[in-house]
């Protein structure tokens, strides 16, 4: 795995967009202190047009006002792929070119995908009583979607299980990779399997199947959740990064490579 | 705006559990990061560098 002990060394001033040193830990840190305001901004926005919107738009022909759970329902199940594939494009980068954010943005993104996973689970419960009169059917996109929290609880289980960090990412990669095969699965399961589950119906060919008065709060309620990620996956990762800091500046003093300090190991403190 | 018929109560709880989860990763997400930023000071205060520090 990439270790990322302290940041390694900082390119000049002015030269954080370089992608070879955006990969530097100590520039992410710096770029991600600067974007962070706008992005809270933006999810701010989004999240009081969205919420108004999906609020005041018109009740659906056939769902009545039971329509308005789909505006959170879609844009966290919509995230829970997305944040899956960010997870396995990070995991063949960390395994692949060794980038030493990659495994960074796997980590911090398990538990964010989980949450979201569950919550496209719970409200899409919540909605199918009214609608269908069941919580649950085992049909194959809601079965793909329940396998797709279990992987992610899978890939947070699998790293806590092994102390070695850098083994420890690369188990966790060799799984997200072997599980995004369900990704697809989840994706085309209502094409390929007769499911009570409704197909795709925003991102289709031939366009969408919506009324504009029901899309655009919901294409607004996406990017608001959409924002809502980006912040969230950020500040986990700044997290990680100070995180492995902390590690690598405890793993070098029980060297002695780092000061003079006669701290005992064991008054260290861990988190 | 807020009259959502029979199956309000259903409505209702999707939001909530949405903000409950959207907070809980919020707060868990900032106290994460300020945690590690105490840890690493309290470790400067006693004496430990980075590596790229020193």
Redesign the interface.
Known sequence: MADIPGGGTIGAAGQWWRPSSFANPSNFMRLSERVLPWLIGLTAIFFAVGLTMAFRAPPDYQQGETVRIMYVHVPAAWLSMACYTLIAISSAGLLIWRHPLADVAAKAAAPIGAVFTLLALLTGSLWGKPMWGAYWVWDARLTSVLILFFLYLGLIALREAIDEPGRAGRAAAILSLIGAVNIPIVKFSVNWWNTLHQPASVLRAGGSTIDSSLLIPLLVMALAFTFLFAVLHLKAMRADILRRRADAMIAAHVRGEAGSSTLAVGALPHV | ??D?????G??W???G??AI??A???L???L??R???K??E??ER?????????
């Open positions: 705006m807020f959502l018929g029979p199956h309000a259903f409505i709880l999707s939001y559990a949405a989860a959207i809980g990763l919020i868990w997400v900032w994460d990061e945690a590690q930023r840890r690493i309290t470790l006693r004496g430990l560098r980075r590596r790229s520090a020193s």
